[in-house]
């Protein structure tokens, strides 16, 4: 079955460093999505994507947030100057449309140092 | 504000045993709701995903059922296993926007041999 790849499984960064997240959603998917998930928190809403473009995003998405659909296959966010607050689960998601379920990437822990 | 509330936080039940696990939303416009598990560490595992116009929706031994007018979702887990122990997620989209995700914090279950 497919699925959603996020690549690293684990990223240590040092604080004010750039991190590019990468996920891989499924093939036929339109809609792409990111959230993150603090060490025993809920799973927070970050950006949505669709039509080359962000369709909506959450106030934890300021200007050090950025996403990018670079080829056909690939989705990236980035962070451009971490910070401790930072360090989180982030999951990658995607589905066809409204009527179907996202599905969710095995998720990306960033540590910020 | 859109919120997703999940009790208990945790629950443990003997092998065998029939469970629901409870999801209240605020959003009356709800567009569907979906459940989730998530193992320690891992992803999200989509289970059910049960449009608004849907009072309930069936994968094997799981039952989710949805009332929009009270605001609340159930999940049935019938005939409990230890392979059951995880974490479930509710989660709802709103009409309108992007169809983000509002997840509640979960309910962590533990099935005992």
């Known amino acids: 079955e497919p699925e959603v790849t996020q690549t690293p499984s684990h990223q240590v960064t040092q604080m004010g460093q750039e991190v590019i997240l990468r996920c891989v959603p499924i093939?036929?998917?339109?809609?792409f999505y990111w959230y993150r998930q603090i060490l025993g928190q809920k799973v927070e809403f970050l950006v949505s994507f669709y039509n080359n473009e962000i369709s909506e995003k959450s106030e934890i998405f300021d200007d050090q947030f950025s996403v990018e659909r670079p080829d056909g296959s690939n989705f990236t966010l980035k962070i451009r100057s971490t910070k401790l607050e930072d360090s989180a689960m982030y999951f990658c998601?995607?589905?066809?449309?409204?009527?179907?379920?996202?599905?969710f990437g095995d998720g990306t822990r960033l540590s910020i140092l | 504000k859109q919120e997703v509330t999940q009790i208990p936080a945790a629950l443990s039940v003997p092998e065998g045993e029939n469970l629901v696990l409870n999801c209240s939303f605020t959003d009356s416009a709800i567009y569907n709701l979906q459940w989730f598990r998530q193992d320690p560490g891992k992803g999200l595992t989509s289970l059910l995903l049960?449009?608004?116009?849907?009072r309930e929706q069936t994968s094997g031994r799981l039952n989710a059922s949805l009332d929009k007018s009270s605001g609340r979702s159930t999940l049935y887990i019938a005939a409990s296993q230890p392979g059951d122990s995880a974490t479930y997620l509710c989660a709802m989209s709103v009409t309108g926007g992007s169809e983000k995700l509002v997840f509640g914090k979960g309910t962590k279950l533990t099935v005992n041999p």
């Open positions: 093939s036929n998917h339109l809609y």
């Open positions: 049960i449009q608004s116009s849907q």
């Open positions: 998601a995607s589905r066809v449309d409204g009527r179907q379920p996202q599905h």
